[in-house]
């Protein structure tokens, strides 16, 4: 049963255009983090967040900013995006954020850049 | 840096065959290790975690570990059409703040 919510499931845009992608999570986890899934399947890790403050922020292009507004959302911003941007964004959370954890992931945000 | 990779890329089983997916990673300290699975357009689905050597099993899903020769393994017992999906490996290490280093993922066909 699906506990992290991502909006919206697709989205088309342009060459430098500014997008924003939403993740709730209603399990009462601390930690929320954004992944990337690129074309090949490869999922790597971009941001996380505990308790809204920022803990991993792997090697991204400055263009990409997580905002969070409190500890059950948090969304991904892209400002002008790049054709390298097209991928799956993938949302997930855990209870405190220690290695140990299970990770739940929403179902994804597929990006295309034209 | 942590590597994680899976072998092999893509895989074809008879339907109530034995599936097996191979996982080898380069740091000999992890010690948390995940099988997810992915249907196309769906978010991922654990099936097996595994954090010491040995084996677990979870339903028709099997993880073997060996840290020793840095491989861990999943078999499918008895699979079925609807196993059909993106295999993952993930690998992380208790200190490391819930970040995964992901394989770039099997690919499972099950014939009926």
């Known amino acids: 049963e699906t506990a992290v919510f991502q909006t919206p499931n697709y989205h088309v845009t342009q060459v430098g255009n500014e997008v924003s992608f939403n993740c709730k999570q209603t399990l009462g986890h601390d930690t929320m983090y954004w992944y990337k899934q690129d074309s090949k399947k490869l999922l790597k890790i971009m941001f996380s967040y505990n308790n809204k403050q920022l803990i991993v922020n792997e090697t991204v292009p400055r263009r990409f900013s997580p905002q969070s507004s409190d500890k059950a959302h948090l969304n991904l911003r892209i400002k002008s995006v790049e054709p390298e941007d097209s991928a799956v964004y993938l949302c997930?959370?855990?209870?405190?954020?220690?290695?140990?954890?299970?990770?739940?992931f929403g179902h994804g945000t597929k990006l295309s850049v034209l | 840096q942590q590597k994680v990779q899976q072998s092999p890329e893509s895989l074809t089983v008879s339907e109530g065959a034995m599936a097996s997916l191979n996982c080898t990673f380069s740091d000999g300290t992890s010690n948390n290790f995940r099988w997810y699975r992915q249907h196309s357009a769906k978010g991922l689905e654990v099936l097996v975690s595994i954090f010491s050597d040995g084996e677990k099993e979870e339903g028709r899903f099997t993880a073997h570990l060996n840290r020793a020769n840095l491989h861990v393994s999943l078999h499918i017992r008895e699979p079925q059409p609807s196993d059909s999906a993106v295999y993952l490996c993930?690998?992380?290490?208790?200190?490391?703040?819930?970040?995964?280093?992901f394989g770039q993922g099997t690919k499972l066909s099950i014939k009926p």
């Open positions: 993930a690998v992380s290490m208790s200190y490391n703040q819930g970040k995964l280093i």
């Open positions: 997930a959370s855990s209870l405190t954020g220690g290695g140990n954890e299970r990770l739940f």
